[in-house]
């Protein structure tokens, strides 16, 4: 019972109409060849459903794997399937792909090649320290974790808390003046999601299935939080 995802934003300019236009009926396919094993590796998006302000859809993509098969490695075709979604707020484009910070980072890229014909037209959304420690703040009593970097003490890398009263401790206003807030688990009260969010906006809902439910939550609760450049 866990969704994660990754906000990113467009560094450059585009319509919600031309993203779904240069994405429409994309796909390449690639011949992949190993001994005696042939595969035609697809990638490709589908499923594209605009919305007022939105554009969701599917990446599909095929790799090979190798798996331990009486007594050799054997190449083994797998495909991954990841939603993604465009969304206009304010004056920005962001996009949010459902799935792991690896895998989501690595489609980021792809469809920033497909849009922009080069990776950086998409990039990294960035929460400031100070506005996820607001965010913490708004309901102290329900945070359970928190992490923190770009520490200033010697020899001391991350510092973190756990616990129902962390709030409670001067550890966490110490720990705020030594350190910045990467990384907050909390309930988000008006939601019941037990959550989790970095500064990079990469977040997890622990106790949810619902993957339009999540997409949901971060347009509303995550985009605004995001700094604007």
């Not at 450059?12 to 060849?33: F, N, T």
């Not at 993509?61 to 798996?67: E, G, L, N, R």
């Not at 966490?172 to 807030?181: A, I, S, V």
Request: charged share 30%; hydrophobic share 40%.
């Amino acid at each position: 019972m866990v969704v994660a995802g990754k906000v990113f934003r467009l560094a450059e300019p585009l319509a919600i109409s031309e993203i779904a236009s240069k994405l429409k009926d994309y796909r390449v396919e690639e011949q992949y060849e190993e001994g005696e094993y042939k595969f035609t590796l697809v990638t490709e998006v589908v499923g594209l459903l605009p919305k007022e302000g939105t554009l969701q859809g599917i990446y599909s993509h095929d790799y090979v794997i190798h798996v331990f098969h009486r007594g050799k490695m054997t190449p083994l075709p797998r495909t991954v399937e990841a939603l993604f979604s465009f969304a206009e707020h304010e004056k920005d484009v962001f996009l949010t792909v459902v799935e792991k910070k690896r895998l989501a980072n690595f489609i980021a890229n792809k469809l920033s090649e497909v849009l922009f014909d080069k990776v950086g037209g998409i990039v990294e959304a960035r929460i400031p320290p100070e506005t996820l420690r607001d965010f913490h703040l708004k309901n102290p009593e329900d945070t359970k974790i928190t992490f923190f970097d770009n520490v200033d003490i010697p020899n001391v890398n991350k510092l973190s808390l756990y616990g129902p009263d962390l709030i409670n401790t001067s550890l966490f206003e110490g720990y705020c003046k030594h350190g910045d807030l990467w990384y907050v688990v909390a309930r988000a009260r008006e939601y019941g999601y037990v959550m989790g969010i970095t500064r990079d906006a990469s977040v997890t809902i622990f106790n949810l299935t619902d993957k339009e439910r999540y997409l949901e939550y971060v347009q509303k609760e995550v985009y605004p939080l995001i700094h604007k450049k």
